[in-house]
C-alpha cells in the first residue's frame, strides 16, 4: 500500500513550498493530500526579495486542496508537510489544526516545516516536544522556533529526529530529499 502524506496549508501559502513538495511526493509514487480549512481552489504566492529589505508577495498559480481540515484523520497518514508564506498565519487558528498536526509528533511521524511553517507549531500545548530539539526556519521566524523551547539555527537545511525543518523556498531538494529519507524509514 502506498504511503500517504498531509500537506496542510490555505491561501496566500508560498507557490513553491506546496508545490514541489506535492510533485515530489506524487514522484515517489505517495498519496499527496492537500488540506485546508475548507475544500476550496487556494491561492498561493510568490515571495521574493527584489531590493527591499524585506520579501515582496506577488499572486502565485491556483491549486485546489482535496480536503478540509474536519475531514482529516491524521491517523491515516504517514507524514506531515507544512509549507510556508502567510498561510501558517491563518490556518494555526483553525480549531482543527492542533489535534493534527498534535499527532505526528506523538506518532513521531516525519514533519517538514519550511519558511514560516514554525508559526503553526506553536498551537500545541505540549511544548516539551521541542526541547533539546534543534530548528531552522526564515530568520524573521527566529524568535518563534525559541519560543517553542527550541534552539534556532542559522543553517538554512536541519534534520532533528523526526522534524525536518528548512529555511526557505531555495532549501526545498534538500529538505524534501531527508523528509522523504524519514518516510522511506
Known amino acids: 500500500m502506498s504511503k500517504k502524506i498531509l500537506i496542510i496549508t490555505g491561501d496566500a501559502a508560498e507557490s513553491l513550498e506546496v508545490y514541489y513538495p506535492y510533485y515530489r511526493l506524487l514522484e515517489e509514487g505517495y498519496e ?8 476550496k481552489v487556494l491561492h498561493t504566492v510568490v515571495h521574493d526579495f527584489v531590493g527591499w529589505d524585506t520579501y515582496t508577495e506577488k499572486q502565485g498559480y491556483l491549486l485546489e486542496s482535496h480536503v478540509s481540515f474536519d475531514q482529516v484523520n491524521p491517523e491515516e497518514y504517514d507524514g506531515l508537510i507544512i509549507p510556508g508564506g502567510r498561510a501558517p498565519e491563518y490556518i494555526r487558528m483553525d480549531k482543527h489544526v ?5 499527532h505526528f509528533f506523538a506518532a513521531n511521524k516525519p514533519v517538514g516545516v519550511i519558511c514560516h511553517a514554525a508559526l503553526v507549531l ?9 526541547s533539546n ?17 527550541a534552539t534556532y539555527t542559522t543553517e538554512t537545511l536541519h534534520v532533528d529526529d523526526n522534524i525536518v ?3 526557505a523556498w531555495p532549501d526545498l531538494p534538500g529538505f524534501m530529499r531527508e523528509f522523504l529519507k524519514l518516510v522511506r524509514k
Open 165 to 167: 525543518s528548512g529555511h
Open 32 to 39: 499527496a493530500v492537500i488540506a485546508s480549512p475548507t475544500k
Open 133 to 149: 530539539r534543534t530548528m531552522t526556519a526564515y530568520s524573521a521566524c527566529r524568535y518563534d522556533v525559541e519560543s517553542l523551547g
Open 98 to 102: 492542533p489535534s493534527i498536526v498534535g
Open 122 to 130: 506553536n498551537v500545541l500545548e505540549d511544548k516539551q516536544i521541542f
